[in-house]
């Protein structure tokens, strides 16, 4: 079957209260639009076009531009004017299904039913039962239940107000038909726009038959007009997401508290606690922990590691039986080594940390690469910046670093060096050996301790009280 999806995406967006064109907003981290462009996508279509109108150039910087023609609506006059811009791009042998940039949990196997269904019939409409019919376009059948028209909120009679089965938008014909049916319509209704929703009518007065497809899960089909349903349906999005997780074997400890906004993969028996969030491609491997509170991007952890609670990982790759966290910030180009411990405040940017090394207690690696079994004392800085260069600190095998030490960059520690605390190291240091930078430490004795003056203590009572 040759498919032409046309997705319409010219609305304002006016509820969504934003500078942002409401098909940008998201779902799962995704843009609305490119919901529906992958869905459609999946049909395994060649080209497809979107009708776009507010804020162009935003729109189509955002979205994968693949096989996609972009089709200007100026004004928006209307959902059969939208389709109408894209009439010159419709082959007569295609099936066009039109789609809607602001539905973006409609599914693949929704619209492949939809474009089936034209093998009897001439048009087919996606319909569905809400509990709350109004606002949308009610589907009239005749006494044989025949699908006659459909007729909008605002031009409806009390009858037809009654009629529970309404229009979702999208629909399937061929393209023959459906530039036929385009240059018909008018706009004689109530908001003096072009309905698609007209071809309806047409199709039955040619004597065709329209069929609908009956979509029982209204959220399928629910488009967003305001924020209010963007996080309603961010939510349906959600427990699917979770759900999907939870059958594969993963362990949330809340799927209510946990967001996917990406792709995430995950081995056997990983556990998740509560309020993690994780953005992009993120793959956990077997066995892996990660307790509450972590954000967690584009990132890959493999076996058997844990994170702890209130990390931060962007863009790192993170090796077996590491242990990281709680309160660890690990950022873009890190690689951790199997058996890396990150503790606590610690911070860790653009290095690769060997197999087995630790890096407990407030500090801060950046620009470095460190061997194996290397210990990092608490407090230990590298000084990776000049104020307008980077420079990189090469720390060797079984390196032990003293607490509250500056490692002044470019430095290189051999394999083996320890560095006594407090040091501030600025050149290199030789194999095997001890080097520290400190003063001497002095005692003066019979020193007296400052006693407060009786006048400014008074003062200062005072003033405290
Ligand atoms: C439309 C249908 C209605 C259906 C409802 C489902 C028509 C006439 N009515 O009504 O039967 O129940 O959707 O939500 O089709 N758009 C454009 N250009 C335009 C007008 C609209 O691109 O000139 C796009 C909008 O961005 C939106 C979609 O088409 O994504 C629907 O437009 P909207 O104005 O919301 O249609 P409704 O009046 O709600
Ligand atoms: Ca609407």
Redesign the pocket.
Known sequence: MNLFPII????QGTRMNSSLPKVLHTIGGKPMLQHVIDCCGDLGVEKMAI?Y?HGGDLVQDAINKKNIYWVL?KD???????VAQAASLIENDATVIIA???VPLIKTKTLNMLANSLDSCILSVLTTKPDNPF???RIVRDADDKILS?V?EKDANDEQRNIKE????FIAAKGVDLKRWLKQLEPNNKQG?Y???DCIGLAVSEGGVVEAVVCDDPLEVQ?VNNRIQQAELERAYQVVKTEELMLAGVTLLDPKRVDIRGILKAGKDVSIDVNTVFVGDVILGDNVTIESGCVIKNTTIANNTTIQANSIIDTAVIGEACDVGPFARIRPETVLKAKAKIGNFVEIKKSTVGQGSKVSHLTYIGDTQMGVDVNIGAGTITCNYDGANKFKTIIGDNVFVGSDTQLVAPVTLANGTVIGAGSTITKDTPENELTLSRSKQVTIKGWNRPTKNKKTANNNNKENS
């Open positions: 319409l995406a010219a609305g009708v109108g609506q928006q006059k209307g959902t059969g004017h939208a809607y940039g602001d606002g949308y376009g459909i909008e309404v229009n979702t938008g726009e309905y698609l929703t488009g």
